[in-house]
Structures are given as structure tokens and as C-alpha cells.
């Protein structure tokens, strides 16, 4: 649980997820709509990859991320439970 609050806390990388909840993304897709550099990008898909925040999946030479609605379900039950609403 700690490197999932670890990458929730930094912005770019809650907006990711943001858009990822509306729609499975290429990195490509994800940096567009930033104004960072492709590698800073990666950078903070290899930190959602690692607190498995997002799954990925190559298709051909894009990889496509999507939102682990399992790990965000987790976090929510954990965030009811801190506030005894489970």
C-alpha cells in the first residue's frame, strides 16, 4: 500500500490515472496531453507500473495502460474502512 500512496501523491501522476479511468492510453496518447517530456511521462507510468496502479499490454510497438480498477478498489475500501464506513 505504500508505493500506491507513494504514486498517488504526485499530481501528473493522479492525472494520468485520471484520464486512463475514461479511456486505455498509449504513452504517446498520455504525454500529449501534458507539457513534460516523453521520458518524464515514462518515468511516472514506471512508478503507477510499479504500485500497480496500471496494467499495460503491448499492441504491436504501442503499449497500452489501462487503470488496475482492482488496486483503486482496494484503496477506496482501505480509505472507507480509516473512516469506519466499511
Known sequence: MNKVFKALS?????????YLKDSD???GQISEKFD????????HLNILKNAELVLWEKEGQNIIY????????????WF???RGES
Not at 513534460?36 to 518515468?43: E, G, N, R
Not at 489501462?66 to 475500501?77: A, G, H
Request: charged share 25%.
Open 10 to 18: 504526485d499530481p501528473t501522476r493522479r492525472k494520468i490515472l485520471e
Open 36 to 43: 513534460i517530456s516523453k521520458p518524464s511521462i515514462s518515468h
Open 80 to 82: 472507507l474502512d480509516f
Open 66 to 77: 489501462s487503470l488496475n480498477t482492482t488496486v483503486v478498489q482496494e484503496v477506496m475500501k
Open 25 to 27: 492510453m498509449s504513452a
